[in-house]
């Protein structure tokens, strides 16, 4: 089976030869204000109806039989551009877009509208940051991970929950790259705000259907992100201040046109505020929040073929709670470390290549210490990463890519120290969970005709999870507790597996079309979660001896079309999702220590699935733009050792989600948007029953997940105001008075979170109070609810 | 990991609001609850009682009509088999008033104000002895329960004492020096009784209260000798100033139950302490109780073997 696959894969990639000769046109697409490569600028021959779009470093290649063309130059939101090319021979073209910009009061169609229709992208979604930046932002911060929660498919598991849920799979199963290096926990603020700066962002890729087999090791998205190059043209400053934060953009050439550098900063200071809001001698003094992000990207081109491009971010979020009456104090610091180095490097017209190194680093700790008590408890990864990624582009039919991908991990998962006075608590050695994950991968994008294109890929990935490691095993009442020590390099376990990923697309006569898409995936890191919100407390943890991969496959067709010349986009989609090896602690587990213990002798495992349809609607041009975004959809798991071994739903199950998103732009000034958000309420455990036992008053839980929440549903309004483009002079030679561009640009930006105040459940629970034997005992259910109308104001400025 | 859990339920407490709503809880079911316990030198001693909806009446007689009657309850410790009989509030033994009343949490003037019945043998030769298991039988509407229990051998402190706690000269914790037996698995349960007089002339406690926390076992110091405190669990009333919380006032008379427990009971006592800390919060796993009764049943058969300490707060 295996070889047949890999004979029919490698049947396309060798491909046809023209008996016409041929001739191709490739480079580098830029931005003439900034200087930075365009993503997904559009090249286009109409008198052949070929095209190509630039990759995540703007490279293009078009291969056609050889000749004089007028050859097309889109980019989103900007008239098309036209240029005659004598194709005669191949012509290495790097062109600049966008010299002859002018803010237009309504936006133009996209260049990627068509790509609705005519790309064999299954359930992947491009957002541009522009747009992003329009929509209502919560306290002011723009959000790129709460603006794809208003993606049908996508789902926050509650109220500023960490991560997001794409079609069923948990957070874990989403491989969030920032500049291609993996970010663990994209979340600040326990997830009410994203790690990622929208000021320092140039692009969002999510890809919620079939992966393309150059991604790997999650199983259900790809949230890509990549980060601003800086200006190569100028220098220049852009930042905002806003309700609980201020950001400060750096940018500049590093030497004209040739290399640039992007600094971008972020902090909040809610820790000052609330500085101020406690008295120095009030028993909370030492309670503060805040935390803080920095953006670095660097890239130069050292000839017409190679770049370099070094980016990194470093965020921390710092949350203390402190009670000086008890002598009790509590921090609890995390945050992301993140590097990424790549090398860009054009072998000729038709093959590309980018090399990749990574580095990715997050570290979870709480610390408290009461009187001579002191304890502190670690988590963490650390990943060294490489990657190696060729293009291929062999002909206008083809673009084939393949690959290699490594990752070393070393995981903390929990380490513990105690101390109190001088007594050392004996709290085991600090477990370090280290493993080699790699792959091979190889896809090709074709044309068999006008109307089907498939775009085939296989990815072969390997694990090893290795020593140094002590594997516990726990025995019973008549078995005595176990160990195996394996030393430094010692394999302890392998996993291999193949993964094909197929998506296919058949234009149909009225320009609408059918796509198709099925995924296989391997997923060898976990995220255990104790809690029905996540939190920075769930932790990572990767595949062992016992916790198997996790694997999971996803099938969609969906119909997509496009109306009004290409102004609405629409689309209907179904999806099936099955995964196996998911992991949940065992029901009463609670994580503390590693004396004598692995984390994973503390799991259980089981299986899930989701099944539904989305309908998408949306209209990327005019001054009216926006999208309509409903899913229809069930998720369930499968333990055989909870719920007596029954399907129950999982906690972010959601029979229903809309979002409804707006834009007006009314003139050059002014931007009005609003979202709505409809979702069917999360899934909880909560009591059945209560008893009493010693005097103390205990609940019985019923089934898991069978509690459902209210719906949660809000409306958030924004409206931005941006300062006059121009200013009037009067000209002392010709007397007149001219325009004159102003050199700082600013923008007000004033939103409203949730404008009827909704009380939406953040969560529920059980309260009990008062004495039985009183008479004055009650238990009720409560609904904690987090924001209520929020109003915000940000002034943003650039120059 | 508790820690955690607690400081972020404050952190969430601190930011939102909360209002009680009225929601489907699908899944009900009534079950049989027995909380039966025994220690060194005490009789057996049976609750039986039924598991009550979440929305069910949460008044006195609800609480009093939850006991049953009627169960024939069995205790054996390999040699003795022993039925318990079954006594009510209103009609005890003469002498057992105050253990009753120690047991159900209720000072021996209010005993004649509850009615509830229970299960126990005066038999002294039924008595908890150290190093002995004891197996429980219980029939009751039809259905037969068991479950077994051991009071393990002791382990009393070396010290105890009282100190004031940072700059303050007249309130501290209470403090104990424990050596723990190395090599074997050894769990604690922390409970205390203020025993000098209140402002009414009565002992400040009726019965054995517990501090935040009071059970654990040794995973952390197995073999160690080390001082540790507790808080006083009755100073948290709103009457107490900040400072002084979860303090003892120079000159409280303070007497100490240290038990130990097999590891069963400390299973089942330390989820239902965790339970207790964490129910209903989003931030915990939902946590069912485990007990050592075969059957449908809730609750524990808990063999205890305390050691008493009395402290007087002084420096």
Same mark, same amino acid.
């Given at each position: 089976?295996?070889?047949?696959?890999?004979?029919?894969?490698?049947?396309?990639?060798?491909?046809?030869?023209?008996?016409?000769?041929?001739?191709?046109?490739?480079?580098?697409?830029?931005?003439?204000?900034?200087?930075?490569?365009?993503?997904?600028?559009?090249?286009?021959?109409?008198?052949?109806?070929?095209?190509?779009?630039?990759?995540?470093?703007?490279?293009?290649?078009?291969?056609?039989?050889?000749?004089?063309?007028?050859?097309?130059?889109?980019?989103?939101?900007?008239?098309?551009?036209?240029?005659?090319?004598?194709?005669?021979?191949?012509?290495?073209?790097?062109?600049?877009?966008?010299?002859?910009?002018?803010?237009?009061?309504?936006?133009?169609?996209?260049?990627?509208?068509?790509?609705?229709?005519?790309?064999?992208?299954?359930?992947?979604?491009?957002?541009?940051?522009?747009?992003?930046?329009?929509?209502?932002?919560?306290?002011?911060?723009?959000?790129?991970?709460?603006?794809?929660?208003?993606?049908?498919?996508?789902?926050?598991?509650?109220?500023?929950?960490?991560?997001?849920?794409?079609?069923?799979?948990?957070?874990?199963?989403?491989?969030?790259?920032?500049?291609?290096?993996?970010?663990?926990?994209?979340?600040?603020?326990?997830?009410?705000?994203?790690?990622?700066?929208?000021?320092?962002?140039?692009?969002?890729?999510?890809?919620?259907?079939?992966?393309?087999?150059?991604?790997?090791?999650?199983?259900?998205?790809?949230?890509?992100?990549?980060?601003?190059?800086?200006?190569?043209?100028?220098?220049?400053?852009?930042?905002?201040?806003?309700?609980?934060?201020?950001?400060?953009?750096?940018?500049?050439?590093?030497?004209?046109?040739?290399?640039?550098?992007?600094?971008?900063?972020?902090?909040?200071?809610?820790?000052?505020?609330?500085?101020?809001?406690?008295?120095?001698?009030?028993?909370?003094?030492?309670?503060?929040?805040?935390?803080?992000?920095?953006?670095?990207?660097?890239?130069?081109?050292?000839?017409?073929?190679?770049?370099?491009?070094?980016?990194?971010?470093?965020?921390?979020?710092?949350?203390?709670?402190?009670?000086?009456?008890?002598?009790?104090?509590?921090?609890?610091?995390?945050?992301?470390?993140?590097?990424?180095?790549?090398?860009?490097?054009?072998?000729?017209?038709?093959?590309?290549?980018?090399?990749?190194?990574?580095?990715?680093?997050?570290?979870?700790?709480?610390?408290?210490?009461?009187?001579?008590?002191?304890?502190?408890?670690?988590?963490?990864?650390?990943?060294?990463?490489?990657?190696?990624?060729?293009?291929?582009?062999?002909?206008?039919?083809?673009?084939? @890519?393949? /690959?290699?991908? +490594?990752? =070393?991990?070393?995981?903390?998962?929990? !380490?513990? %120290? &105690?101390?109190?006075?001088? #007594?050392?608590?004996?709290?085991?050695?600090?477990?370090?969970?280290?493993?080699?994950?790699?792959?091979?991968?190889?896809?090709?994008?074709?044309?068999?005709?006008?109307?089907?294109?498939?775009?085939?890929?296989?990815?072969?990935?390997?694990?090893?999870?290795?020593?140094?490691?002590?594997?516990?095993?726990?025995?019973?009442?008549?078995?005595?507790?176990?160990?195996?020590?394996?030393?430094?390099?010692?394999?302890?376990?392998?996993?291999?597996?193949?993964?094909?990923?197929?998506?296919?697309?058949?234009?149909?006569?009225?320009?609408?079309?059918? @796509?198709? /898409?099925?995924? +296989?995936? =391997?997923?060898?890191?976990?995220?255990? !979660?104790? %809690? &029905?919100?996540?939190?920075? #407390?769930?932790?990572?943890?990767?595949?062992?001896?016992?916790?198997?991969?996790?694997?999971?496959?996803?099938?969609?067709?969906?119909?997509?079309?496009?109306?009004?010349?290409?102004?609405?986009?629409?689309?209907?989609?179904?999806?099936?999702?099955?995964?196996?090896?998911?992991?949940?602690?065992?029901?009463?587990?609670?994580?503390?220590?590693?004396?004598?213990?692995?984390?994973?002798?503390?799991?259980?495992?089981?299986?899930?699935?989701?099944?539904?349809?989305?309908?998408?609607?949306?209209?990327?041009?005019?001054?009216?733009?926006?999208?309509?975004?409903?899913?229809?959809?069930?998720?369930?798991?499968?333990?055989?050792?909870?719920?007596?071994?029954?399907?129950?739903?999982?906690?972010?199950?959601?029979?229903?989600?809309?979002?409804?998103?707006?834009?007006?732009?009314?003139?050059?000034?002014?931007?009005?948007?609003?979202?709505?958000?409809?979702?069917?309420?999360?899934?909880?455990?909560?009591?059945?029953?209560?008893?009493?036992?010693?005097?103390?008053?205990?609940?019985?839980?019923?089934?898991?997940?069978?509690?459902?929440?209210?719906?949660?549903?809000?409306?958030?309004?924004?409206?931005?105001?941006?300062?006059?483009?121009?200013?009037?002079?009067?000209?002392?030679?010709?007397?007149?008075?001219?325009?004159?561009?102003?050199?700082?640009?600013?923008?007000?930006?004033?939103?409203?979170?949730?404008?009827?105040?909704?009380?939406?459940?953040?969560?529920?629970?059980?309260?009990?109070?008062?004495?039985?034997?009183?008479?004055?005992?009650?238990?009720?259910?409560?609904?904690?609810?987090?924001?209520?109308?929020?109003?915000?104001?940000?002034?943003?400025?650039?120059? | 990991?508790?820690?955690?859990?607690?400081?972020?339920?404050?952190?969430?407490?601190?930011?939102?609001?909360?209002?009680?709503?009225?929601?489907?809880?699908?899944?009900?079911?009534?079950?049989?609850?027995?909380?039966?316990?025994?220690?060194?030198?005490?009789?057996?001693?049976?609750?039986?009682?039924?598991?009550?909806?979440?929305?069910?009446?949460?008044?006195?007689?609800?609480?009093?009509?939850?006991?049953?009657?009627?169960?024939?309850?069995?205790?054996?410790?390999?040699?003795?088999?022993?039925?318990?009989?079954?006594?009510?509030?209103?009609?005890?033994?003469?002498?057992?008033?105050?253990?009753?009343?120690?047991?159900?949490?209720?000072?021996?003037?209010?005993?004649?104000?509850?009615?509830?019945?229970?299960?126990?043998?005066?038999?002294?030769?039924?008595?908890?002895?150290?190093?002995?298991?004891?197996?429980?039988?219980?029939?009751?509407?039809?259905?037969?329960?068991?479950?077994?229990?051991?009071?393990?051998?002791?382990?009393?402190?070396?010290?105890?004492?009282?100190?004031?706690?940072?700059?303050?000269?007249?309130?501290?914790?209470?403090?104990?020096?424990?050596?723990?037996?190395?090599?074997?698995?050894?769990?604690?349960?922390?409970?205390?009784?203020?025993?000098?007089?209140?402002?009414?002339?009565?002992?400040?406690?009726?019965?054995?209260?517990?501090?935040?926390?009071?059970?654990?076992?040794?995973?952390?110091?197995?073999?160690?000798?080390?001082?540790?405190?507790?808080?006083?669990?009755?100073?948290?009333?709103?009457?107490?100033?900040?400072?002084?919380?979860?303090?003892?006032?120079?000159?409280?008379?303070?007497?100490?139950?240290?038990?130990?427990?097999?590891?069963?009971?400390?299973?089942?006592?330390?989820?239902?302490?965790?339970?207790?800390a964490t129910a209903g919060n989003p931030f915990a796993t939902p946590t069912n109780i485990p007990n050592n009764i075969t059957g449908d049943a809730l609750g524990v058969?808990?063999?205890?073997?305390?050691?008493?300490?009395?402290?007087?707060?002084?420096?």
């Amino acid at each position: 089976m295996r070889n047949n696959l890999i004979t029919f894969l490698f049947s396309f990639i060798i491909t046809v030869t023209f008996s016409q000769e041929n001739s191709t046109l490739s480079g580098y697409i830029t931005d003439a204000r900034s200087g930075e490569t365009v993503i997904g600028a559009k090249i286009y021959i109409p008198s052949v109806k070929k095209g190509a779009i630039t990759n995540n470093y703007g490279f293009y290649s078009l291969t056609v039989p050889s000749g004089k063309y007028l050859v097309e130059f889109r980019m989103g939101g900007q008239e098309t551009e036209k240029k005659e090319i004598d194709l005669s021979q191949d012509v290495r073209l790097d062109f600049e877009m966008g010299a002859d910009f002018q803010d237009i009061e309504e936006v133009t169609v996209d260049a990627k509208a068509k790509e609705n229709t005519e790309s064999t992208k299954v359930g992947q979604i491009e957002l541009s940051i522009d747009e992003i930046k329009t929509l209502p932002a919560f306290m002011g911060e723009v959000d790129i991970i709460k603006t794809i929660q208003l993606l049908p498919g996508v789902s926050s598991a509650a109220e500023g929950g960490q991560g997001f849920y794409v079609r069923g799979g948990g957070p874990d199963q989403n491989l969030v790259l920032l500049d291609e290096a993996i970010v663990y926990n994209a979340a600040h603020l326990f997830g009410f705000f994203s790690v990622f700066n929208a000021d320092a962002v140039k692009s969002v890729n999510l890809i919620k259907g079939s992966m393309p087999a150059n991604f790997g090791g999650r199983m259900s998205s790809v949230l890509e992100v990549n980060m601003n190059e800086g200006n190569k043209k100028r220098f220049g400053v852009k930042g905002g201040i806003g309700a609980i934060s201020s950001r400060l953009t750096i940018e500049g050439p590093l030497k004209k046109d040739k290399g640039s550098f992007i600094v971008s900063a972020r902090r909040t200071y809610l820790d000052v505020i609330m500085k101020a809001a406690i008295p120095d001698d009030s028993p909370f003094a030492g309670t503060s929040y805040f935390f803080y992000d920095l953006n670095l990207k660097m890239n130069y081109e050292i000839s017409k073929k190679d770049k370099i491009f070094l980016s990194g971010y470093y965020g921390k979020d710092e949350f203390s709670f402190g009670n000086l009456d008890d002598n009790f104090q509590i921090d609890m610091p995390w945050g992301n470390g993140i590097a990424a180095l790549r090398w860009n490097h054009i072998f000729s017209s038709k093959l590309f290549m980018n090399v990749t190194a990574t580095m990715t680093d997050y570290q979870f700790s709480f610390i408290s210490s009461q009187d001579q008590f002191r304890f502190k408890l670690n988590s963490g990864i650390r990943d060294w990463g490489g990657k190696v990624d060729f293009t291929y582009f062999p002909n206008t039919r083809h673009k084939v @890519k393949f /690959g290699l991908d +490594y990752i =070393y991990h070393i995981f903390t998962p929990v !380490s513990v %120290s &105690a101390e109190n006075d001088d #007594t050392v608590f004996d709290t085991g050695e600090p477990q370090r969970l280290t493993s080699h994950e790699s792959a091979a991968y190889i896809l090709d994008e074709f044309d068999i005709n006008e109307n089907l294109r498939i775009n085939a890929g296989l990815r072969y990935s390997m694990y090893q999870q290795v020593g140094p490691f002590t594997r516990y095993i726990k025995g019973d009442v008549s078995t005595p507790d176990t160990s195996i020590t394996y030393k430094k390099g010692d394999v302890i376990q392998f996993y291999n597996g193949l993964e094909p990923r197929v998506a296919l697309r058949w234009m149909l006569p009225d320009k609408s079309s059918i @796509k198709a /898409g099925y995924s +296989y995936n =391997y997923q060898y890191v976990h995220l255990t !979660s104790l %809690s &029905a919100v996540s939190l920075p #407390t769930d932790i990572w943890y990767p595949t062992t001896d016992i916790a198997k991969p996790q694997k999971g496959w996803q099938t969609s067709l969906g119909y997509f079309r496009n109306f009004l010349q290409n102004k609405l986009e629409t689309s209907v989609e179904v999806y099936y999702k099955g995964m196996n090896n998911l992991i949940e602690y065992k029901e009463g587990a609670i994580p503390g220590d590693n004396i004598n213990d692995n984390t994973d002798n503390l799991l259980v495992f089981g299986k899930g699935w989701s099944y539904g349809i989305e309908f998408f609607l949306k209209k990327s041009s005019g001054k009216f733009t926006g999208w309509v975004g409903y899913t229809l959809s069930k998720t369930e798991r499968e333990f055989a050792d909870l719920n007596d071994g029954n399907p129950y739903p999982a906690k972010y199950d959601r029979r229903h989600d809309l979002s409804v998103v707006g834009s007006y732009k009314l003139n050059k000034r002014w931007i009005f948007s609003g979202a709505f958000i409809y979702a069917t309420g999360n899934t909880l455990t909560l009591p059945t029953s209560w008893y009493v036992q010693n005097q103390d008053l205990l609940f019985n839980y019923g089934e898991r997940n069978s509690t459902r929440m209210a719906p949660y549903h809000r409306l958030d309004i924004s409206a931005t105001w941006y300062s006059k483009e121009y200013k009037e002079k009067y000209d002392k030679t010709t007397g007149e008075t001219i325009k004159v561009k102003k050199k700082l640009k600013t923008n007000v930006a004033i939103s409203v979170y949730n404008v009827y105040n909704r009380a939406n459940p953040y969560f529920l629970y059980v309260d009990n109070d008062g004495d039985f034997l009183q008479g004055d005992f009650e238990i009720k259910v409560k609904q904690v609810t987090l924001f209520p109308i929020i109003p915000s104001v940000t002034w943003n400025f650039e120059f | 990991m508790r820690k955690i859990i607690y400081l972020l339920s404050i952190a969430f407490i601190l930011f939102s609001c909360t209002k009680e709503v009225v929601i489907d809880i699908p899944g009900y079911k009534e079950q049989i609850v027995i909380d039966g316990r025994i220690e060194t030198g005490q009789p057996p001693f049976v609750l039986i009682s039924k598991s009550k909806d979440i929305y069910s009446p949460t008044d006195l007689n609800a609480f009093l009509n939850s006991f049953q009657s009627g169960a024939i309850v069995t205790v054996s410790n390999g040699t003795t088999s022993v039925q318990l009989t079954e006594i009510c509030t209103d009609n005890l033994p003469p002498g057992s008033e105050s253990f009753i009343a120690e047991l159900l949490g209720v000072s021996v003037a209010d005993l004649a104000s509850v009615q509830i019945c229970g299960y126990t043998s005066f038999d002294p030769l039924i008595a908890g002895e150290i190093g002995k298991t004891y197996n429980l039988t219980v029939n009751f509407e039809g259905e037969t329960f068991t479950a077994s229990t051991q009071i393990v051998q002791p382990t009393p402190f070396d010290a105890v004492f009282w100190k004031p706690d940072g700059n303050l000269t007249t309130h501290g914790y209470s403090w104990a020096t424990l050596s723990d037996p190395a090599g074997q698995f050894d769990a604690y349960l922390w409970e205390v009784k203020r025993i000098n007089l209140g402002a009414d002339g009565l002992p400040k406690d009726d019965g054995f209260q517990k501090p935040f926390g009071p059970v654990f076992d040794d995973q952390f110091f197995d073999g160690l000798t080390f001082d540790f405190f507790f808080d006083n669990p009755s100073a948290y009333d709103d009457s107490i100033s900040d400072k002084f919380r979860g303090l003892y006032p120079l000159g409280d008379t303070l007497v100490i139950k240290f038990s130990k427990m097999d590891r069963d009971v400390y299973e089942f006592m330390e989820k239902k302490e965790l339970q207790l800390a964490t129910a209903g919060n989003p931030f915990a796993t939902p946590t069912n109780i485990p007990n050592n009764i075969t059957g449908d049943a809730l609750g524990v058969w808990a063999g205890f073997s305390p050691s008493y300490d009395t402290l007087i707060c002084q420096p």
